[in-house]
């Protein structure tokens, strides 16, 4: 039954004359103010005081033990924590395979990597080189491989120690690498390496890449790798300070993710003392290539 309107008369009759603004308003702020966590209401959220203090421990109990049992979810939570970071996975790419066409001798480069682990310990290993055609031919030029202990040391970044051995040029050499690899700002994929070889030469490498995407499928990826030298070392024709730079830009399609053909421009030039090792030997110091090749990763 809706009441009625006398009764709604003296209900409000009887709230007018309460003091709201006194008695009712005091005793609810007053309640609230002993809840825990309301005595201080800007001690909370961002506005905590910075500190040290060990994370709170997880929790032992789990509801869904008190439904299925403790040894029911054991399965479960051990999937649930796999699938959330505690597994491993592996990938392999290859940022750089190419047949490189200039004038006088045409030739080739690889440059990729391969990974097994999980998100904070990995191990690694890498390889890059190259090589020229001559007399329908392929002869290799430079070669490396280095297998490295990768860890992260933040969301972007890792930190890389190992083993280097250079295949090509000959006499052949073995490097304790140390070097990190990330994302800088802006989406720069970048690396930058130490290399301290048996014969005590000291080496160096940084290189840089972005994907500039123009659509979707067409990524135009410029690309820019250093290489210096501490020391003159004259068994391997290099020199000290910067020992070559090369520049390249490549227009790559993704017909799928995993596997895009591109075609680009590469630059390469050698530079101070390895340059003057070049032309003693007859070579040429720089090269400018137009380049054909496939980016592809599974």
Do not use: C
């Amino acid at each position: 039954m809706a009441p009625s309107s006398q009764t709604n008369g003296a209900a409000a009759d009887e709230m007018s004359g309460m003091d709201m603004s006194q008695g009712s308003g005091s005793a609810l702020d007053h309640n609230m103010a002993d809840m825990p966590g309301m005595k201080d209401r800007h001690s909370g959220g961002t506005s905590l005081s910075a500190g040290e203090a060990p994370a709170p421990a997880p929790p032992s109990d789990h509801y869904a033990d008190r439904v299925y049992g403790p040894a029911a979810m054991v399965d479960s939570r051990s999937s649930l924590q796999r699938e959330h970071g505690g597994t491993s996975t592996s990938f392999v790419s290859l940022n750089i395979a190419e047949y490189q066409v200039r004038n006088g001798k045409d030739g080739y480069r690889w440059d990729g990597e391969a990974w097994y682990g999980g998100d904070v310990n990995r191990l690694t290993l890498k390889s890059e080189g190259e090589g020229e055609f001559r007399g329908g031919k392929a002869f290799m030029e430079t070669a490396e491989i280095q297998a490295l202990y990768s860890r992260a040391i933040d969301p972007y970044w890792n930190l890389q120690a190992g083993v280097r051995y250079d295949f090509r040029p000959d006499p052949s050499r073995t490097y304790a690498t140390i070097g990190i690899e990330g994302v800088a700002p802006y989406w720069f994929e970048t690396e930058a390496a130490v290399f301290l070889s048996n014969k005590g030469e000291v080496l160096g490498r940084i290189e840089g890449y972005y994907d500039q995407r123009i659509t979707q499928r067409l990524i135009l990826q410029p690309r820019v790798e250093i290489n210096l030298s501490a020391q003159d070392v004259p068994e391997t024709r290099i020199g000290a300070g910067i020992t070559n730079a090369e520049f390249g830009l490549r227009l790559r399609y993704e017909l799928k993710r995993e596997f895009a053909p591109y075609i680009g421009i590469s630059y390469d030039r050698r530079m101070g003392r390895t340059a003057d090792f070049a032309r003693a030997d007859g070579e040429n110091v720089s090269a400018t290539s137009f380049v054909l090749g496939v980016r592809t990763w599974f």
